[in-house]
């Protein structure tokens, strides 16, 4: 379990991309500071409930990126909205964002519900 919570501390590596937006124009990037929170998970205590808690994240986070990639890809091709190719990058630009904020609020969702002792899904 130690090598499982070290991957997802290492997924905080990913808010150094932030940089990019502080040192160039391209302001989007600023986003990936949102990452920064996941070397959390360096001195969390790892245990059954904590990998049961990321992995049902994960799922909901992986099913809402798909979905939400569906529905942009192919409402912005019926509506003529953008050409094919730009379409699935919409998709896949809004399906990427979906699923990062889905993970974020459902990991946090459990993370507070098991810091106030509450249980249920």
């Known amino acids: 379990m130690k090598t499982k919570r070290c991957l997802?501390?290492?997924?905080?590596?990913?808010?150094?991309?932030?940089f990019i937006g502080i040192f160039t124009e391209a302001r989007s990037f600023l986003a990936f500071f949102a990452f920064a929170v996941d070397f959390q998970y360096f001195f969390l205590k790892s245990d059954e409930m904590l990998e049961e808690q990321l992995a049902r994240s994960a799922a909901r986070a992986f099913v809402a990126g798909m979905l939400t990639m569906g529905a942009v890809t192919l409402g912005s091709l019926?509506?003529?909205?953008?050409?094919?190719?730009?379409?699935?990058?919409?998709?896949?630009?809004?399906?990427?964002?979906?699923?990062?904020?889905?993970?974020?609020?459902?990991?946090?969702?459990?993370?507070?519900?098991?810091?106030?002792?509450?249980?249920?899904?």
């Open 78 to 121: 019926l509506t003529g909205r953008f050409a094919p190719s730009r379409a699935m990058a919409a998709g896949c630009i809004a399906g990427w964002a979906a699923a990062v904020i889905v993970y974020a609020l459902s990991s946090a969702c459990c993370g507070f519900r098991e810091k106030w002792g509450l249980e249920g899904d």
């Open 8 to 18: 997802y501390g290492l997924t905080g590596l990913l808010s150094l991309l932030g």
